[in-house]
């Protein structure tokens, strides 16, 4: 299957600062990515969808100042949380999408993760 | 956002036994996948189904989506430890994927 990578894996930041998170598909272009946040023992919230070469979508309640998305190329999406304070702490994946021939089966594969905390 | 629920939410079995997990939302979505995921890992893609009343069987797990897609079940036989797990359904919706309310199941040898 499609590889996805994310980097870095685990950060741990002070408040008040600004955290890059980094979205790779490896062996396949994405035109689109989304990004999703996970609590412990929670299911994922989509958070935005990153679209290459326009403005990311953000889902209703997410600041989009709060967190800048960038999808600059074909392979890679980035999600910043600007300004992080401990309630920003959480799980955050990606994924990038993969569309097969006619868009009927697409299938989004999924990065490892981004353990972020916030002290 | 589309909502998906799930049930059950937890689900704690003993090795051997079978089990069945549902998911259910009032929205029509285009397709609908599943996942299973590990702590402190990414989702991992279990099977998509598309077409109203599909039935797809991996080994032990049997998907099926409903006719009006808006709900699907995983079904699982004779479950093993290491089904172990975040179960989570996804639908597609538009150009997004949301996913279900998740379940936990943990199972016991």
């Known amino acids: 299957g499609a590889v996805v990578s994310q980097h870095p894996s685990r950060v741990i930041c002070k408040s008040g600062t600004s955290v890059k998170i980094e979205c790779r598909s490896l062996?396949?272009?994405?035109?689109?990515m989304f990004w999703y946040r996970q609590f412990p023992k929670k299911s994922l919230m989509l958070m935005a969808t990153?679209?290459?070469?326009?403005?990311?979508?953000?889902e209703q309640g997410v600041e989009k100042d709060k967190f800048l998305i960038n999808h600059a190329s074909l392979t890679l999406s980035t999600l910043t949380v600007t300004s992080a304070h401990p309630e920003d702490s959480s799980f955050y994946i990606c994924s990038a999408r993969l569309v097969s021939g006619g868009g009927a089966n697409n299938e989004q594969f999924f990065g490892p993760g981004t353990r972020l905390t916030v002290l | 956002t589309q909502l998906l629920e799930q049930s059950p939410q937890f689900l704690s079995i003993q090795e051997g036994e079978n089990l069945t997990v549902y998911c259910n939302s009032s929205?029509?979505?285009?397709?609908l996948q599943w996942y299973r995921q590990e702590p402190g890992e990414g989702p991992v893609l279990l099977v998509t189904?598309?077409?109203?009343?599909e039935v797809k069987k991996l080994k032990r797990l049997t998907f099926q989506f409903g006719d009006a897609r808006k709900d699907s079940s995983l079904h699982i036989t004779a479950a093993q430890p290491g089904d172990t797990g975040l179960y989570l359904c996804a639908g597609e919706y538009g150009n997004q994927f949301y996913f279900g309310t998740g379940t936990s199941l943990t199972v016991i040898p």
């Open positions: 990153s679209n290459e070469g326009s403005k990311a979508t953000y």
């Open positions: 062996d396949f272009q994405a035109t689109t």
């Open positions: 929205s029509v979505f285009s397709s």
């Open positions: 189904v598309v077409t109203g009343g």
